[in-house]
């Protein structure tokens, strides 16, 4: 693979360039829009927590360090679980949970309340499930939207840690995932969060006779975001050997559901979860995202300067087939671009794992102790970066600015009119 390298880079470069007048244009935003630090205090103490401990010279015991990822973990469930008005689609979900329940009509006749299955959309039955439940006990009324996203941002948690503790470096994987995949994906897309935590928790346990948990588990989060079956794939690595059949096989599965999905005729009035599933894919296919290119290129990033050093990266990497083939689709996610940006970029955040896998082995496989720290640093200071250019530059972060958080917010949470 390493011998490839210089090609896939000039290759990678020839996309960048023809792309780039499109990947850097900018929205304009709300006028009189401006921030103030204490706006961002909770997405620079999720960052600098764990920068902090990645860089702290002192050497902990096995029940400290334990200790020390149950109360990061922790801080991190209270800060994504209880934000208020934070993320593009707080109103959204706040819909859901308005509507998860709805009089059920038979034959003419008023029924009794139940789910209300429409309200899924063809892919998130679980998340309805859940909001159906949480407003059946009557947990603090609308407030209980609140019980919803701690329950949610719980199962992204877990797997993040889970996924990050078993990576060379574990603290600055955790560093590396903030800036958009705990304050982006985890506090804007709650359901596909979920889906997140449950692969990256998948991943962390994906090996030669846990195949049945990795599967378990993804189909778990297939019932908050369907998307993540596109992960299934991954449990052919732990084999030691996989028929070129089962490749093809897999190939066309995928090109057929990709057909169906976009030629169903949406003007139907004939109900069905398939047509469901095919309104999500054309609607988001259509999307248009101008950061996608921006979040693809960061995925694609750590897998380029990784490509110096694959082979000592294979030496410390007991799942080694996992990453490589994470790599790859991350590498054929760049002319997926061409398709669709929004669709690829909700797709590539099932590829983000990447960066967390990634970069943690790139500094420590380096020849040096000097060598190690100054990349540590660097990949601190870039995703650092990051999270200042997103909340100050991107086009929809004033949706999450300022950050509020329950019960120290006085604002209440109001009714709120159906949007979707």
């Not at 169903?264 to 599933?277: A, H």
Request: overall charge positive.
């Amino acid at each position: 693979m390493l011998k490839y390298s210089h090609k896939l880079i000039g290759t990678i470069t020839f996309f960048a360039i023809l792309w780039s007048s499109q990947v850097y244009s900018f929205d304009k935003r709300p006028e009189n829009f401006t921030i103030v630090p204490a706006d961002m205090w909770a997405y620079w103490l999720l960052l600098l927590v764990p920068a902090g401990l990645a860089l702290n010279p002192i050497k902990f015991d096995r029940d400290i360090r334990n200790g020390l990822w149950i109360v990061v973990g922790v801080l991190f469930i209270l800060l994504i679980g209880l934000r208020y008005n934070v993320g593009g689609d707080f109103d959204n979900y706040l819909s859901y949970y308005e509507h998860a329940l709805a009089e059920i009509t038979i034959g003419g006749f008023t029924g009794e309340t139940g789910i209300n299955w429409t309200l899924s959309y063809g892919n998130a039955p679980g998340y309805m499930v859940l909001n159906a439940l949480i407003w059946q006990l009557g947990i603090w009324g609308l407030h209980g939207i609140y019980v919803v996203n701690t329950f949610c941002a719980t199962i992204f948690v877990i797997g993040l840690v889970k996924f990050c503790r078993k990576q060379p470096l574990p603290w600055i994987a955790l560093a590396v995932s903030v800036p958009y995949m705990v304050c982006g994906v985890s506090m804007g897309y709650t359901r596909q969060a979920v889906a997140l935590g449950f692969l990256m928790w998948g991943l962390s346990l994906l090996r030669k006779g846990n195949e049945l948990k990795y599967i378990a588990l993804i189909f778990a989060g297939s019932l908050f975001h369907l998307s993540v079956i596109i992960t299934l794939p991954l449990v052919l690595c732990v084999r030691e050997t996989i028929p070129k059949s089962l490749y093809l096989m897999t190939g066309l599965a995928l090109v057929y559901a990709l057909y169906m999905l976009s030629s169903i005729d949406l003007e139907s009035t004939e109900p069905g979860s398939v047509k469901n599933m095919a309104i999500v894919f054309q609607y988001t296919a259509t999307r248009f995202s101008p950061g996608g290119p921006i979040r693809t290129y960061m995925n694609v990033l750590p897998v380029l300067l990784s490509l110096l050093v694959w082979k000592r990266i294979e030496m410390i990497s007991p799942d080694y087939k996992v990453i490589q083939w994470m790599a790859i689709a991350t590498l054929l996610s760049l002319p997926a671009l061409l398709y669709s940006y929004t669709m690829t970029d909700r797709l590539g955040i099932y590829l983000m794992p990447i960066q967390l896998a990634l970069w943690p082995r790139f500094i420590a496989v380096q020849k040096t102790r000097l060598l190690s720290t100054l990349w540590a640093s660097g990949t601190l200071g870039f995703y650092g970066l990051v999270l200042y250019v997103f909340f100050h530059y991107a086009n929809h972060s004033h949706f999450w600015l300022p950050y509020l958080m329950y019960p120290f917010t006085s604002e209440p949470i109001y009714p709120h009119p159906f949007a979707m």
